[in-house]
């Protein structure tokens, strides 16, 4: 049995944008998150967050500060009905030789291997290119790139849908 799964970039994809965040306080939901997932839910998806944390690797904050965050995000999704199934980061910077950094597909592939998840039957929604590309490394071809209100390069960009936001996601995936 496989399964299909919905992967979320986090920041600007689930929470506003804002630099090295890792305060609760600082934590934003953006408008219509849990009504997607409550959708992604009723269409039989499961959902897993993949996200790069190089504030750790810089150390504007720890793997502890990070853990905390995610733990009262994931009490949150869970107070609207959703269950996110895993959470994956990769705390590495940019100089890094890791394979978890995005575009890298390291993070994918090891959701795929632990859950046994069906990619062609799977979607990738994110706010940058790096999201794109290492979906489609992973052998993911459903992505879709949310402008999220920063400026995207819509005609450079290998997504095959483009929205303003994670709410308009319905109106994409559909099966
Ligand atoms: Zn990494």
């Known amino acids: 049995m496989t399964i299909k799964t919905i992967f ?22 953006i408008e219509g998150v849990f009504d997607a997932c409550l959708y992604f839910h009723n269409l039989g998806y499961k959902i897993i967050i993949i996200s790069n944390q190089s504030g750790i690797a810089r150390g504007y904050y720890n793997e502890n500060d990070y853990l905390k965050l995610t733990e009262w995000m994931l009490g949150q999704f869970n107070d609207n009905g959703i269950n996110i199934l895993d959470t994956f ?7 890094s030789s890791c394979n978890c950094r995005k575009p890298k597909p390291g993070m994918l592939i090891e959701a795929k291997d ?14 940058s290119e790096s999201d794109i590309k290492a979906a489609n490394a992973a052998g993911i071809s459903n992505t879709i790139l949310v402008k999220s209100g920063h400026l995207v390069d819509e005609s450079n960009s290998n997504s095959k849908f483009t929205i303003d936001s ?10």
């Open 114 to 127: 632990k859950y046994n998840i069906s990619m062609k039957d799977s979607w990738m929604i994110g706010d």
């Open 8 to 29: 979320l970039d986090r920041d600007g994809v689930i929470n506003k944008e804002a630099e090295y965040l890792f305060r609760i306080s600082d934590f934003e939901f």
């Open 166 to 175: 994670i709410k308009q996601s319905k109106e994409v995936i559909k099966i």
């Open 89 to 95: 980061y990769c705390p590495h910077g940019p100089e």
